[in-house]
Structures are given as C-alpha cells and as structure tokens.
C-alpha cells in the first residue's frame, strides 16, 4: 500500500512544484500545514493514514485542503511524495488516527469602534458601517450601511476589528489586515509608512495564527506554539515588550508562551493561557490589567487570584472573563456600570457579576457588556445611551439585562456602542448607535431592539 499511493500519483498527475502538506510512504504519516473540515480550521495537523483509496489528482493550481467528515473525503491542494509534488489530489480515508492538529479560533462576528464584519458561509468576509479609514475593505472610504462584500477576499475564519481596522485570519494561518495603519496596527510595514490600507493586506513573515485580537490602534496573534506576537501602537505598553516604541511588524512578546486565546482594549492587552490564567499589559489608569493598582504595566503581569478562566475580553477600559462554572468577572473602569456589580466604582481586581449563572460566552464593548447564556439567551449591562443593551430604552443599566426577544444565539459581539448578536440559523441581528450604519439595516437611524441585518 505505502507503494501503491506514489505510483498511483505517478500515473494519475504531473508533480507540480508548488508545494504544502507531505506523505511518508514509509511510516504512512501524512503531515498537513493546514486543512478546513467543516466550519473549522485547523494547523499543524498529522496524522496515520492506515488504509486509503486515492480517487484522483486533478492538477492544476493548488486548490484549498479540505475534509468532509460525511464521507472521510480528503482534497489536497497539494502534496510531496517520495520527492514530487502532486497538486489536487482527492483521497479516500478508509483507515486513519489523527496524531495531532491546532485549531484555529472561530470568530466569525467582529465590531470595531464603529464597524462591523462578518465571515459568510463561503468564507467571503462582508463589513459595513464607518469607512473612513478603509475599515469596510472595499477599496473606499465611503461608509456602507449594508453588508459590503470584501471583493477578491476568501478563505476567511477568524476576524478581529479594532478601533479603525480590520484583520482577518485565513484558513492556513496567515493574517491579512486593513483600514487605518496610522500606528502601524496592519503590521504590513517597517520604514515605509502607509496610513491607510483600503483593500486587505497581508502581514508578512507571519504564519501559524491561531488566535486574533485587535485594540484601538493595535493587533496582537497567537501562533500554534502558544507563542504571541504584537504590532502597533505601544504608547501604553499594549505590545508587551517592555518598550513603549511604536511597532510597525509584528513583535514576539517576552516571556509569554502557552497561551489559548487572548482580548484588546483601547490600550490594553490581555492573554488566557492553557492554566486557566491570565496575564495582562498596557495602561491600566483605571485598574484594567487587574493588579490592584494602577500603574501601567509594560509587560505581562499576572491577574493574581484569577483561575480556572474559559474566556476573556476587553472593552476601552475594562475586562472581564469567564470561568468554568458559567460565572463572569470584571474588573476596571465602571463608570457606566460595565463590570455589572450594581455600582459605579472602579474595580482594582476581579470582581463577580453578581446573578449572572450559565455564562457560555462574554464581550466587552466601549462602555458596556454582554453575555450569552446556555439557554442561547443574552444579557447586557453597562452604557445604554444609543440603545446598545437592545432592551428597548436608552437607560444605563448597573445589572445584567436581558436583551428581549433574543433566542438561540451562540455569539455575541460589542462595538463603541452597538451590539451584534449570531443566530444559530446563522442570522445576524444587530443594534444601537446607527450613524454611521453599522447596525447594517440600510439606514442611519439608532435601533433600540434587535434589528436583523441583511446578506
């Protein structure tokens, strides 16, 4: 068998020297630097091909990897065997033990300050509301108040929009990034300065991005090896490397390693690593980097007592995380009541929501905070002023809040001040300030309840 598939190869396609994922015919490992198996991504992946039918290599240029989990049809874009590269090669896995794979996170719903981005179910990524950086990715700066296809972009898994930007991970790990660059935050460039990016741009000598985030004026990724890399602003120390000199490419962060996820504020950065802990960066006036003090730190610096942590996210100047008994906490500025403790007084170190129970997932916006709930219910609290707590009023609220009418969601995403939420059928509804059409209904009137939004 392990001769039978190269002589097939030889027989059915021409080597290509384009090359990605390889085949030991001698152990009958197959080692792929990236495929996409439904909805997810993954990277790094390995695997023991036991017993196999090779069905075709079709040629050509490499298409993308993929696995259909229905039929255990696995397409290659391209594959080395014994020396030559085959490109578009279907395989049938009869037989197989996946030895390992990192997957990419999945964020298919992103608001920035006053944009909004969304990866379709082809993987084409659409973005609408504020454009005057290019956010939108249409090679404009006219605001659009409907969903706007990023034209010529596909493959798109993971986004991450900050303040005026927009980066977008690919399903083989690479990142490309858009809209204002003013701080260097599309990590795209080193001596020549490039204010403004209206079509995605790729992040060079960046790869194996499993994580995204990004702040107000900068980016931060997580790579396969739990390692972490920063670009942009750094006048807070919101990079992490000890330095507050601005970086226009992306900068390894010292002293960082597991890490699973991570979440951007304004000025801000926060990492989750593999413990259940997190470790916090950048300016910490109001006590966001949760250290009981509020001396900017720039460098990681544990959030003493915090454990036991799923998830975490950060708004302008606050952030809370999910533990794994469905509680949040949060912990930094709360003069809107964005921690959702009942008060308005800032919070040094994390501090429970209180009444909050079954937390499956929590996002931080400007000045307000939502969580969704295992029922597939959310709840916001916080700023309420352009209605982006979605309850029909423009109250501030101290307690979480349940958003009404609002069912079967599996995300929520928190802008400057509106809120966006996905649907299980993959519908998405969003609402608040509207001025500049990023609740994306066509119009520029503030929604005060969840408004779906067209594709």
Known sequence: MKLVFSAMLALLGAANVYSASSFDASTN???????TVGDASYLDVSATINAYTLLGVDGGAPGADTFNLGNNLLTMGSVVVQGATYTNVRVQLDSFALLSATPISQRSLSLGRDHSCFVKSDRSVACWGYNKYGQIGDNTIVNKPIPTTVPGFDNATTLATGGYHTCAIKTNGTVACWGDNRQGQLGNNGSVIVFIERVPTVVPNLSKVTALVAGLFHTCAVKTD?????????????????????RRVPTVVPGLSNVATMAAGDRHTCALKTDGTVACWGTNANGQLGDNTVVDKPFPTVVPGLANVTAITAGGNHTCALRTDGAVTCWGLNASGQLGDNTLVIKLIPTTVPGLTGGVAVQAGLFHTCAVKTDGTVACWGDNNQGQLGDNTAVTKLIPTSVPGLSNVTAVSTGGFHTCALKTDGAVACWGYNGDGQVGDGTLANKYVRTPVGF
């Open 29 to 35: 490992r197959l080692s792929m630097s990236s495929v």
């Open 226 to 246: 739990g390692m972490v890399a920063c670009w942009g602003s750094n006048v807070f120390g919101q990079i992490g490397d000890n330095t507050v000199v601005n």
